[in-house]
């Protein structure tokens, strides 16, 4: 089972994308990019066994599924600014 990148962008093989964040209790929950930026409710989240799951339904994915954009989300922002570009 692989570990995700906190704030790391990943893909579903469907080409949905989600920003990972560690939760305390072990695991994560996945956010799609808009409901990062703008304090949404996350979509799914995962389980010990590294199953993600959907309103605490089992999904057939898991995080081996997700794959790595190499892309890292900005830290959420109350103003929506982390959706900026940014200008240096």
Request: aromatic share 12%.
């Amino acid at each position: 089972m692989q570990e995700l990148r906190e704030c790391g962008i990943y893909s579903l093989p469907d080409g949905r994308e989600f920003v990972a964040h560690a939760v305390f209790r072990g695991g994560y929950i996945l956010y799609t990019p808009g409901a990062w930026e703008y304090f949404g409710l996350h979509i799914y989240e995962t389980n010990d066994a590294g199953q993600i799951r959907a309103k605490g339904q089992t999904t057939s994915w898991s995080i081996d599924d997700l794959m790595d954009t190499s892309r890292t989300a900005r830290a959420r922002s109350m103003s929506g600014i982390a959706q900026q570009p940014f200008t240096g």
